[in-house]
């Protein structure tokens, strides 16, 4: 059996303003860096330690993973980093306000938009600050690589290749690994592994800071899943 930590970062201002985050770099808030540590003392407390760490190019992401290794004085680590676990690209409605665009647009196609699995929101131009190719992070991405919005499906079909290709098999040669990135990503995962029905994963929501364990056998198919909670001192 294998085990691997899933983690979405910790809160960031944006959250808590309930704006659409998307490929925005928002770094943490305190409560954010607050949930940071506490994950690394849930993990502790679990007895889990790592010598692999995947995360996104996103800084709420890295300084999550940064916070949590260094509690866990794990800084010496292999950690890679890559765009194929951003978070989902929300094209327009980046920055924007959840409660305002729920009521501009209506509750249907607010939640088709937010939690549907292959609806895109407005995508942004190529000349809006927005859009990924205007931020030299991505500079050496080719434009067929550069999002102006994306649908889970979207970030399900970039991601599921380097699933294949560069996490699964150090899964295989019995790495401990974490990953540590955002809520849409992680649901993209959540559908794969569990085989979670387009219509199902919209009710999948993953919070922020707290870590996700997976169980998984010899093929990697999901044997259980759950999050870790603090143990209770008697």
């Not at 949930?35 to 407390?45: F, I, R």
């Not at 198919?221 to 008697?234: D, G, N």
Request: proline share 4%.
């Amino acid at each position: 059996m294998y085990k691997i930590i899933l983690l979405r970062h910790g809160l960031s201002d944006w959250n808590k303003q309930n704006l659409f985050t998307g490929w925005e770099d928002i770094d943490l808030n305190e409560e954010g860096i607050q949930e940071a540590h506490e994950a690394a003392e849930l993990l502790k407390e679990n007895g889990f330690t790592f010598d692999l760490a995947f995360t996104s190019v996103l800084k709420r992401a890295i300084n999550t993973l940064s916070i949590l290794l260094s509690d866990m004085h794990l800084t010496g680590i292999q950690i890679e980093k890559s765009w194929r676990l951003n978070e989902r690209h929300y094209g327009t409605l980046q920055g924007l306000n959840k409660d305002e665009v729920k009521r501009q647009y209506g509750e249907e196609l607010f939640k088709a938009w937010r939690r549907g699995y292959a609806t895109r929101p407005p995508a942004v131009l190529k000349t809006d600050k927005r859009y990924p190719g205007n931020d030299p992070l991505y500079g050496d991405l080719s434009p067929l690589e550069l999002p102006t919005s994306e649908s889970l499906k979207d970030t399900y079909d970039r991601f599921l290749p380097y699933w294949h290709e560069e996490i699964a098999p150090q899964i295989k040669k019995r790495k401990k690994i974490i990953i540590c990135t955002h809520g849409n990503l992680i649901r993209a995962l959540v559908k794969y592994l569990d085989n979670v029905s387009d219509n199902d994963i919209a009710e999948f929501s993953i919070e922020t800071g707290i870590p996700l364990v997976y169980e998984l056998d010899e093929k990697l198919a999901p044997i259980r899943h759950y999050y870790l909670e603090k143990k209770v001192k008697v």
